[in-house]
DNA sequence: CGTCGGTTTGATCCCTGTCAAATTAAGTGG
DNA sequence: CCACTTAATTTGACAGGGATCAAACCGACG
């Protein structure tokens, strides 16, 4: 194990990409954007086909609130959720906008560890996490997926720490308006059924930052805005093909 | 259900605390500075009594490496640890420095979700994540505090995200030094065993504006920086007690 | 005592938060 | 269907925090 020494400079930290090549993992393209397809879910939604019952949520509305007894799980049918803590001055950190097909509460165990609200109407199915825990006493399988479920946040949110602190906001709205179109299968505009403030609270961003990093896009021609909630993401064949505004776009 | 509806205006997000007061949770002093007191882990502690043997790694050495098959679990019995991802563009975000008595690579299950390499001189104990594995199958208070665990990790991520965000350079760096502190139990000066840039990877700061922020909390009163790796918190009593420096301290 | 790695300080620039005003969108009532 | 109201988005001006580049400083070590 020794020779594992590293001892790296820590003045010239970009040399660790020349000497440890295998260290560089792309942030776009990997897991974070790929969670249905990696990990399924069989286990947990059989367990949502026999047990659950339909529950639905005007926007606004509160289904978690950080604190309360979490005596539920849910996988959501239909709608959008915003995923978030809120500290004592009143900041608010949304660190998911899960929809259909993901699951809410998973990770909690007593008492919910963040607030979900509804950002449009929502329909979930729900079992009662006592269900949960009983299935779990006996199904190993269900356990393994638990795990892979819980190591895939953590992962997550590990890798939104660092996209966070090293890119600047317009790319962060990018990978975002990505990220968000990723599970959105249709070849047209996808609509964005969240706020401004939300998208901000979501890639840390003031509201009026997240406008500007709107334009800032569609300057670039990166995306297509074809109103303030529908946009589409441009493939660079598209990009290349019409570089219309203004040429000297330095 | 209907009736939790809350339909803030978008606009003024501080009227959220005024109508929801449970929804403000204090970031500085609740689980994110007390991971050991609130959870135990007699299980894994035990498991490590007699499966482990002892390991040692040389500063900068590698322990884990991201991508690497995950073939083991590791109790830190000295030093401490960097825990990081480094992205393709060679920004490196370290989300942890645990120490003695915390655990690694729990969550992991087939390969290293995240590089772990010694900060200073580093003794280990580790067990084959096979023994784990085994002993899940049967022992239900270790699969308990193991999701009890994972779902610890996940809320301590999720509250980084915040403090990111909302904080500036040096209230962020007197929380991790204060949350450092925390396990150290001494009253005297504590040791930081590491460099500026692995603070600053760690709270999002280039090196220079650690040093900035280290220079501003001295300045303030808030610590007490011996030399340039041993400070101490300030308590409010001494912080009043001598108030030097000038005192148009605006 | 000189070298090397790490730390500190300085100067400068850009991103982004904040405050403010303008514009657009979404309702609402006549 | 149109005038009116209110919420949300956009744009503008400005200031501050922090990144960056560079140079000075300091401590460990041979």
């Not at 165990?109 to 006592?130: G, K, N």
């Not at 602190?165 to 964005?192: D, M, N």
């Amino acid at each position: 194990m020794k020779d594992m020494t590293v001892s790296v400079p820590h003045t010239q930290p970009e040399k660790w990409l020349a000497t440890h090549p295998q260290l560089a993992y792309a942030s776009k393209g990997t897991s974070i954007n790929t969670p249905k397809s990696t990990r399924d879910s069989t286990e947990l939604l059989t367990l949502f086909r026999h047990n659950s019952f339909e529950q639905h949520f005007q926007p606004g509305s509160t289904i978690t609130l950080h604190g309360e007894s979490a005596d539920a799980i849910y996988l959501i049918v239909s709608g959008t959720i915003r995923c978030c803590t809120v500290d004592a001055e009143g900041h608010r950190q949304i660190f998911s906008f899960p929809k259909k097909g993901e699951f809410i509460g998973i990770s909690d165990m007593d008492r919910w560890h963040f607030t979900a609200e509804a950002v449009d109407h929502v329909i979930v199915r729900s079992i009662p996490r006592t269900t949960l825990e009983q299935e779990l006493a006996t199904n190993i399988s269900l356990r393994q997926e638990m795990r892979a479920h819980m190591r895939g946040l953590l992962a997550r949110r590990e890798r939104q720490l660092l996209t966070l602190v090293s890119t600047k906001g317009p790319e962060r709205l990018y990978r975002f308006l990505e990220e968000f179109a990723q599970t959105r299968s249709g070849t047209g505009h996808i609509v964005l059924p969240m706020c401004r403030r939300d998208i901000g609270d979501h890639i840390g961003l003031s509201m009026e930052s997240v406008c500007r990093a709107f334009g800032n896009l569609k300057r670039k021609g990166l995306i297509d805005l074809k109103s303030h909630e529908k946009y589409k993401i441009m493939s660079k064949a598209q990009r290349d093909a019409k570089p219309d505004s203004l040429p000297a776009d330095a």
